[in-house]
């Protein structure tokens, strides 16, 4: 089963997604072959926006729902082809000879990996055969096959893919297929009664029905935007990618996760939200990625404290900490010290919601932004640029940081190595690198064994001596496998990290 495992089983709960897969992947040439532009810029969704009836009675049974929405949810049956792999200590081209190995240290052999399967959920979004699944289900996969609620069973292709949100689009070749309706996830409101359709075990299609427990969930699942939809509707392995409806059977998000001390569900599943769903599904039909907004500015939350000190009314608003160079923030007129209180008249109540609203703005849109400067009320106005696939940014504590959106070293954050971090790393003077500060679970750096604490010595054979190096070095997307040198624990060493073994 596919997992978070950041935290320890014994102690503190356990991220776990809801998906059934495999213990190994798929080779990366299968994987990019599944890759293609799609014939359209968007999906036309078909959208119920309207608020659900909050004052009638409770139905006496959610079978007229299902009957209607079940087929709209599919199976997703992934498989990879046999391979070649080795661990975490494998040694760079060239050097992987019974001759050269004495000087490299015992490493480990290379092994003959059989075929493997994954299962998984997805969720029809139009007729014409687009369908929506998590990252998760089909990262590394050289086939993914889909399965009808009436038996039909379809090849499906890789429209395109979005780490950060753990979406995923899928294309099949079919026509007049029953697709969901999608509510407006923004009308959804804690309290209200959902339904969790899924293939949980591969068993087969399966309903549970409970409650949304919260909203804007953050679960520290190493996902850049997470704003889950959080419900106690059980979830458990092969819903991923499944569809979370509320009681007239209309989308309100994506089954992704669960929270769990043991594995198993135990009340708080997560989904993503509809409304992000559809953002998500758009860019990567148009464009095979997501093209998102950017300002440039680093921002934090407003502490107590802090909204003392800068004499503020109260903590909602986004700190300024940074203002990037040459950025659309520059532009604007923002400095470090302001506060961030609305973007287009949309409140941003911290940090995480004004990347939020900035993401979901396309490149070239005009921003007016409402600041707090010196406790007056200001108002800027910025054009939206591109984000950056890999953005060279400074940490909470104001160090530089720099980490990459896609390819092998997606979800790997680089910092510089501070006097007192070298104490403590117990890191030679002689030895220059770029820190690994953050590793997100199941990535494809976790999987080759890298941790935070690891100093990063050289990238593809470059030398890395700071994040900044860090983020010259790296070309996001560019290449499957990246080789790295390592300082760490005293000693030496290469890495390969391979972008197909994420999430396998």
């Known amino acids: 089963m596919h997992s ?118 997805g969720v029809i979004l139009s007729s014409d055969g687009y369908i929506v699944t998590n990252n998760h289900v089909i990262q590394g996969a050289d086939e993914v096959s889909v399965q009808m609620d009436d038996g039909r069973d379809f090849k499906a292709r890789v429209v395109g893919r979005d780490p950060q949100t753990d979406i995923a689009v899928l294309k099949v070749e079919a026509s007049d297929l029953p697709a969901a309706t999608v509510a407006d996830s923004d009308r959804v409101e804690v309290g209200d009664r959902v339904l969790a359709i899924g293939n949980p075990f ?27 939809v959080q419900t106690d509707a059980a979830i458990n392995p092969g819903n991923s990618g499944g569809a979370l409806v509320d009681i007239e059977g209309r989308l309100i998000g994506i089954n992704t996760a669960i929270l769990s001390r043991t594995g198993g569900f135990q009340g708080v599943g997560l989904a993503v939200p509809a409304n992000l769903v559809s953002q998500v599904v758009n860019g990567l039909v148009a464009h095979g990625k997501v093209v998102r907004g950017y300002l440039g500015v680093s921002a934090q939350d407003l502490t107590p404290a802090l909204a003392e000190t800068l004499k503020l009314d109260d903590r909602r608003g986004a700190l300024v900490a940074e203002v990037r160079p040459q950025s659309p923030a520059v532009k604007a007129g923002l400095r470090t010290g302001d506060v961030i209180v609305s973007v287009n008249g949309e409140p941003v109540e911290d940090a995480h919601r004004l990347t939020f609203r900035v993401g979901a ?107 900044e190096d860090a983020a010259a070095v790296i070309v996001a997307g560019s290449d499957a496998r990246t080789l790295l040198r390592l300082y760490s624990r005293g000693n030496s060493r290469y890495v390969v990290v391979d972008e197909r073994e994420a999430a396998q």
């Not at 990879?80 to 200590?89: I, N, S, V």
């Not at 591969?202 to 889950?228: K, M, Q």
Request: a positive charge.
């Open 4 to 121: 978070y495992p950041s935290l320890p089983f014994n102690r503190r709960p356990v991220l776990r997604t809801a998906c059934l897969l495999a213990l190994a992947g798929a080779a990366a040439a299968g994987a990019q072959s599944l890759l293609a532009a799609a014939p359209q810029d968007r999906v036309e969704l078909r959208r119920d926006e309207r608020p659900i009836n909050r004052t009638g009675g409770e139905a006496a049974s959610f079978s007229p729902v299902v009957k209607r929405v079940a087929p709209s949810v599919v199976k997703i049956t992934t498989a990879t082809k046999a391979r070649r792999t080795a661990t975490a200590t494998a040694l760079p081209p060239g050097f992987d000879h019974p001759l050269m190995r004495p000087f490299f240290g015992p490493g480990a052999p290379r092994l003959e990996q059989p075929p493997q399967a994954g299962l998984g959920s």
């Open 202 to 228: 591969g068993i087969g299609e399966t309903v549970t029905t409970g409650i949304v427990s919260a909203l804007g969930r953050r679960a520290g699942l190493g996902l850049e935007y997470e704003d889950f």
């Open 361 to 467: 703005i396309a490149p070239g849109t005009k921003l007016e932004l409402r600041i707090l400067r010196d406790g007056e009320q200001k108002t800027l106005r910025a054009t939206a640029a591109e984000r950056p696939a890999l953005l060279a940014a400074a940490g909470p504590d104001g160090a530089p940081e720099a980490s990459a959106d896609t390819g092998a070293l997606a979800g790997v954050t680089f910092g510089d190595l501070s006097p007192e971090q070298r104490r403590r790393l117990n890191v030679p003077a002689r030895v220059e690198g770029a820190l690994v500060t953050g590793v997100a679970p199941e990535s494809a750096a976790a999987k080759a064994g890298i941790r935070p604490g690891d100093l990063v010595l050289e990238i593809n054979r470059q030398p890395v001596r700071s994040a």
